[in-house]
């Protein structure tokens, strides 16, 4: 069986006994769930590469018969310590994870939906960069039209609604953060419509909103 190696970011992990199972998405092979074989024990080679929201390079196998990847070497590329240092920042890339967790499928290859992930995740570790919610409204923005369930932004928002008129903006190239309120408008639709494609809420939005200081 071949070895593989690869840039992943890791979205989602959980430990089973003395395993650690993480879900990535790759440009390669899209998303791909593996197994950290005894990872728990084996803390000299895996300690500090198999964290949530981390660029790291995998060397793994696969057979058709297996439902997980085997992870034979992880190597941390990029921890995003701003991120992980920051409550708004990690609960705004913490939502971005499911979403795209949520958007993509074992072995089908996702290629813009990862380097929108992995853009995202820079830009949300650049200290000097402005995190707001209108950042979170473009991400879901373009992850719902790189998926292909964005209906048109005047089904979304109505038509003379200026939300439609700056996504457009958006989508376009302009760029310019929307107004608080709007942002937050935006977003509700938005997530509606992402709920309806994953058949349940995002798990993650209750820690944004406690992070913004939000009531839905």
């Not at 998303?31 to 080679?45: F, I």
């Not at 913490?94 to 074992?106: G, K, P, Q």
């Amino acid at each position: 069986m071949q070895k593989q190696t690869t840039q992943a970011l890791i979205l989602d992990r959980h430990k089973v006994n003395n395993d650690i199972i993480v879900n990535t998405v790759t440009a390669e092979q899209g998303r791909l769930s593996a197994v950290a074989r005894h990872a728990r024990n084996a803390k000299k080679r895996f300690r500090g590469h198999l964290e949530t929201l981390t660029l790291v390079e995998i060397t793994y196998r696969h057979r058709p018969d297996w439902d997980l990847a085997r992870l034979d070497d992880v190597r941390a590329i990029h921890t995003f310590p701003i991120i992980k240092g920051d409550l708004l920042r990690l609960s705004m890339a913490t939502v971005m994870a499911e979403i795209i967790l949520a958007f993509t499928r074992d072995g089908l290859v996702e290629l813009e939906l990862y380097y929108l992930t992995l853009k995202a995740f820079k830009s949300l570790d650049t200290p000097e960069r402005r995190v707001d919610e209108s950042f979170l409204v473009l991400f879901e923005l373009r992850a719902l039209m790189l998926a292909g369930f964005l209906p048109p932004l005047e089904q979304v928002f109505g038509d003379d609604d200026p939300a439609t008129t700056q996504c457009k903006e958006w989508l376009a190239g302009t760029w310019r953060p929307m107004e608080q309120s709007l942002a937050q408008r935006a977003s509700t639709r938005l997530e509606r419509i992402i709920q309806e494609q994953i058949g349940r809420p995002l798990k993650s939005r209750g820690l944004l909103d406690e992070a913004l200081g939000w009531e839905r």
